[in-house]
């Protein structure tokens, strides 16, 4: 099958959203979402049709999700336990190359889109142009490639270090020029990435210089994601209009107030906090300052949620003992923090999409958006653990994996 035309017949559905009430079929022309009907409305000789064509995917005791999208994930870091000292080790080269099998590893797993939030050499936008390309299979890459710091910022090894606004108007400019989908700065310090010299509530880049930054990307139609940890550095995030706030430990009531009416979207990233405090082997120094603040960040998703915070999966793939892929864990812990099932299942998929300015091409079950779509076995809006489940991938109504 490799036109993007498909039968999905007697599914359950998650549209992005909620699980629709009854079984249905949904038809794939062209590689978009034709039509979604209830099974016993489709005409017997249609189902036939796609049978004998060999475009009849069966979808009995399965349920049908929009591909996954995570939000927060760095395709050329190892996901050992100290991935900064993997990357000086290798060529420019061979971190591509591990790039690429990574992205398969998430593409395989049911994501079909990521966001990478830090590449060095800007890898990861060429990834992601090679995969548009078809030259390598893999997921939707939208990349920011380096990410934008200030002298001696957070994840300096990919950093493109800016100062006072003219530099950071440069550097907003080079990353567009470069290809970059996503802007990704650092406001705050962090708890992996450098040895000595950060915390996790230092304020980097200044308001002025965040301000120039999301100015020039919105006046291009690209998002901007912040890495921010302590309380001023996300007040500052605000202030300029960001449009997610990455990690977010230390978001107060007020802080959420704002993004509810903004509609900035939180990506928590739980369950790298947790690998990175607990899992063998990782950095001391950065183990105990993420065991600081686990606690906190559970709460600030509490309290984002209280106020209408529309929040978004990430996992930051790559990171300390967090693999390629970690979403399914990230939704988990998404769940674990109080989201109903729906809801975390949203935050992977129709909230993800809203995040990235592409609600109106994927992350939802709905006639005229791209099919790339994942088939479970069971439902996971009763049990999560059906996402490990996955029988079929389809990227653009392509189904590019398949087992069972
Ligand atoms: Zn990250």
Redesign the pocket.
């Known amino acids: 099958m490799v036109t993007g035309h498909a039968v999905i017949h007697d599914v359950a559905v998650f549209d992005g959203e909620r699980l629709l009430e009854g079984r249905h079929t949904v038809t794939i022309q062209d590689g978009r979402i034709a039509a979604v009907v209830s099974s016993t409305a489709l005409p017997p000789e249609m189902l036939a049709a796609a049978r004998r064509a060999g475009r009849l995917i069966e979808g009995t005791g399965r349920t049908l999700l929009p591909g996954l999208i995570d939000l927060?994930v760095?395709l050329t870091w190892s996901a050992g336990t100290d991935p900064v000292a993997t990357l000086a080790l290798e060529s420019p080269e061979q971190t591509l190359l591990r790039a690429v099998g990574h992205g398969l590893a998430q593409r395989d797993a049911g994501i079909t889109t990521v966001r990478d939030?830090?590449s060095p050499h800007d890898l990861a936008i060429h990834l992601g142009q090679a995969i548009a390309a078809g030259w390598v299979p893999g997921p939707r890459v939208i990349a920011s490639g380096r990410t934008l710091i200030m002298t001696g910022g957070h994840d300096p090894f990919w950093g493109l270090m800016v100062d006072g606004r003219d530099a950071a108007l440069k550097g907003v400019r080079t990353q567009l020029f470069a290809g970059a989908q996503v802007i990704k700065v650092s406001a705050t310090g962090g708890v992996y990435g450098r040895a000595a010299g950060e915390a996790v509530d230092d304020v980097e880049l200044l308001p002025e210089e965040l301000a120039v930054i999301v100015e020039q990307a919105h006046r291009r139609g690209v998002k901007v994601a912040a890495?921010a940890i302590g309380a001023e550095g996300i007040t500052n995030c605000l202030d300029a209009g960001v449009d997610t706030i990455?990690h977010g430990h230390f978001l107060t009531a007020a802080h959420a107030k704002r993004m509810a009416e903004a509609g900035t979207v939180l990506v928590p990233t739980l369950f790298v906090y947790q690998q990175v405090a607990n899992a063998p082997g990782v950095p001391a120094y950065a183990s105990a300052k993420a065991q600081a603040i686990v606690a906190r960040h559970r709460e600030a998703v509490a309290i984002a949620r209280a106020a209408g915070v529309r929040i978004g999966a990430g996992s930051?793939a790559g990171?300390p003992g967090t693999p390629h892929p970690s979403l399914i864990e990230e939704i988990a812990c998404l769940a674990a923090a109080g989201l109903p099932t729906t809801e975390a299942l949203a935050a992977a998929t129709a909230v993800a999409a809203e995040a990235l300015g592409m609600a109106e091409e994927i992350g939802r079950i709905r006639p005229g958006l791209r099919a790339d779509l994942i088939l479970v076995d069971g439902d996971p809006t009763a049990d999560l653990a059906a996402l490990r489940r996955v029988t079929h991938v389809l990227q653009g109504g392509v189904l590019v994996t398949t087992r069972g």
């Open positions: 927060h760095h939030l830090g890495h990455e930051d990171s």
